[in-house]
């Protein structure tokens, strides 16, 4: 990804950046604006307020304006954490969404993985007590990032984790998800899918202060053999439990038992999750953005199946259209589904519908990337409409 620097004046630390730092977490915000990541840096570097952040990010790149040595006034949080101890990242068009939006919060989900790697902060570091990888709203309760938290803070933070797994080689290996524990391992009694009811919390896998849970029930999400508190609920939204704090479970056999689950979704299926879908099997209310798309089961559980590009488990209930072991539509296609870029120096035409006789909507330009959703013969569903796949080249499968 390209990362441009912009040298702050010295004449402006005393306002923007006036203590020395060594950062410790990262904090998350949206803009609320519709400009460019060079335009939001500019402009806070040019005004003398004392507001200021270390990158933006938008659909084309990174701008740095601020090194990662000196602190800046983003959090809200006067002299506390946020401000004083983390990177703030602001992802650009935020106020109006849409396709640019969606490609700034990718870009920004890789530059948080790589920022990760670099310091050395953990897929752990997300679901930490003290939000190492956190938000505006977890410094000082400001509502912040307002998108991203409308369209699901989870399914962000599974965004990250994904491009960390690429960056560190933890990633999905025959086709069972990074999440999942190796059954010859995993001596715990319990499975990844488990729906447990609780009497208490721990913050982390190696905590011993019990807490009060707000949420009484939960998904077993990840399981750490041989930890004080092994098992986590509901990707950290819950925290993480023991043995002593499950008062009652049902088993999901998430390896082994195919009950309840509809013929032909096995791991490799692509499924439709259908527009009536309300839930994540975890609890949270899906947002209507990722509802009507085509996805890949990476595991099978009791009733319900983790999708690879949400990373979130939903109920088989909810799923529509589905073939089994095929990472394309059912049509006998050449392309699979994946992110696309357009190969072609004139443009490509984005229409209503999967054919020449629907209506252009508007034109990619060549080198535009495209995330796909459904594929019909060489015709894709983009976020902006469908393209004819034979001017582009494929990035990565899905």
């Given at each position: 990804?390209?990362?441009?620097?912009?040298?702050?004046?010295?004449?402006?630390?005393?306002?923007?950046?006036?203590?020395?730092?060594?950062?410790?977490?990262?904090?998350?915000?949206?803009?609320?604006?519709?400009?460019?990541?060079?335009?939001?840096?500019?402009?806070?570097?040019?005004?003398n307020?004392?507001?200021?952040?270390?990158?933006?990010?938008?659909?084309?790149?990174?701008?740095?304006?601020?090194?990662?040595?000196?602190?800046?006034?983003?959090?809200?949080?006067?002299?506390?954490?946020?401000?004083?101890?983390?990177?703030?990242?602001?992802?650009?068009?935020?106020?109006?969404?849409?396709?640019?939006?969606?490609?700034?919060?990718?870009?920004?989900?890789?530059?948080?993985?790589?920022?990760?790697?670099?310091?050395?902060?953990?897929?752990?570091?997300?679901?930490?007590?003290?939000?190492?990888?956190?938000?505006?709203?977890?410094?000082?309760?400001?509502?912040?990032?307002?998108?991203?938290?409308?369209?699901?803070?989870?399914?962000f933070?599974?965004?990250?984790?994904?491009?960390?797994?690429?960056?560190?080689?933890?990633?999905?290996?025959?086709?069972?998800?990074?999440?999942?524990?190796?059954?010859?391992?995993?001596?715990?009694?319990?499975?990844?899918?488990?729906?447990?009811?609780?009497?208490?919390?721990?913050?982390s896998?190696?905590?011993?202060?019990?807490?009060?849970?707000?949420?009484?029930?939960?998904?077993?999400?990840k399981?750490?053999?041989?930890?004080?508190?092994?098992?986590?609920?509901?990707?950290?939204?819950?925290?993480?439990?023991?043995?002593?704090?499950i008062?009652?479970?049902?088993?999901?056999?998430?390896q082994?038992?195919?009950t309840?689950?509809?013929?032909?979704?096995?791991?490799?299926?692509?499924?439709t999750?259908?527009?009536?879908?309300?839930?994540?099997?975890?609890?949270?209310k899906?947002?209507?953005?990722?509802?009507?798309?085509?996805?890949?089961?990476?595991?099978?559980?009791?009733?319900?199946?983790?999708?690879?590009?949400?990373?979130?488990?939903?109920?088989?209930?909810?799923?529509?259209?589905?073939?089994?072991?095929?990472?394309?539509?059912?049509?006998?296609?050449?392309?699979?589904?994946?992110?696309?870029?357009?190969?072609?120096?004139?443009?490509?035409?984005?229409?209503?519908?999967?054919?020449?006789?629907?209506?252009?909507?508007?034109?990619?330009?060549?080198?535009?990337?495209?995330?796909?959703?459904?594929?019909?013969?060489e015709?894709?569903?983009?976020?902006?409409?469908?393209?004819?796949?034979?001017?582009?080249?494929?990035?990565?499968?899905?």
């Open positions: 990804m390209l990362v441009t620097k912009v040298v702050m004046p010295q004449d402006k630390y005393s306002t923007k950046c006036p203590y020395s730092m060594k950062p410790e977490g990262i904090t998350i915000h949206n803009t609320a604006n519709d400009a460019s990541a060079m335009s939001e840096i500019s402009y806070m570097i040019r005004n307020m004392k507001v200021s952040f270390h990158e933006a990010i938008d659909d084309y790149r990174v701008v740095q304006g601020i090194e990662h040595n000196k602190n800046a006034w983003h959090a809200g949080d006067g002299h506390g954490f946020g401000n004083m101890k983390t990177i703030g990242i602001e992802i650009c068009y935020s106020k109006s969404g849409g396709e640019r939006f969606e490609k700034a919060e990718r870009n920004a989900a890789e530059r948080i993985a790589y920022l990760m790697k670099q310091y050395g902060w953990t897929l752990d570091n997300i679901t930490d007590a003290r939000h190492t990888i956190g938000t505006h709203q977890n410094r000082s309760g400001k509502y912040c990032p307002h998108r991203t938290l409308d369209n699901g803070l989870e399914r933070y599974n965004m990250i984790r994904e491009e960390y797994r690429k960056l560190t080689g933890e990633d999905i290996n025959n086709g069972k998800p990074n999440i999942n524990v190796d059954n010859t391992t995993n001596n715990t009694g319990r499975n990844i899918g488990d729906n447990i009811t609780i009497n208490g919390v721990y913050t896998s190696s905590s011993t202060k019990k807490l009060n849970p707000a949420v009484k029930s939960g998904m077993i999400t399981i750490i053999p041989g930890a004080k508190n092994p098992y986590l609920l509901n990707n950290g939204n819950i925290g993480w439990v023991n043995e002593s704090c008062v009652s479970s049902s088993n999901s056999q998430a082994n038992n195919n309840n689950v509809a013929p032909n979704i096995s791991v490799g299926s692509t499924v999750l259908s527009a009536n879908a309300t839930n994540y099997a975890t609890g949270q899906i947002p209507a953005v990722y509802k009507n798309r085509n996805y890949t089961i990476m595991q099978v559980g009791n009733g319900k199946v983790l999708l690879k590009e949400l990373y979130s488990w939903v109920y088989t209930k909810d799923l529509v259209g589905y073939g089994a072991n095929n990472n394309v539509a059912s049509n006998n296609s050449n392309y699979v589904l994946g992110l696309y870029i357009v190969n072609t120096s004139s443009g490509l035409n984005v229409r209503s519908g999967p054919g020449t006789n629907y209506g252009v909507k508007k034109a990619y330009t060549n080198g535009t990337k495209f995330d796909t959703y459904e594929i019909r013969g015709w894709a569903r983009t976020p902006s409409g469908w393209v004819n796949l034979k001017y582009c080249k494929l990035v990565r499968k899905y």
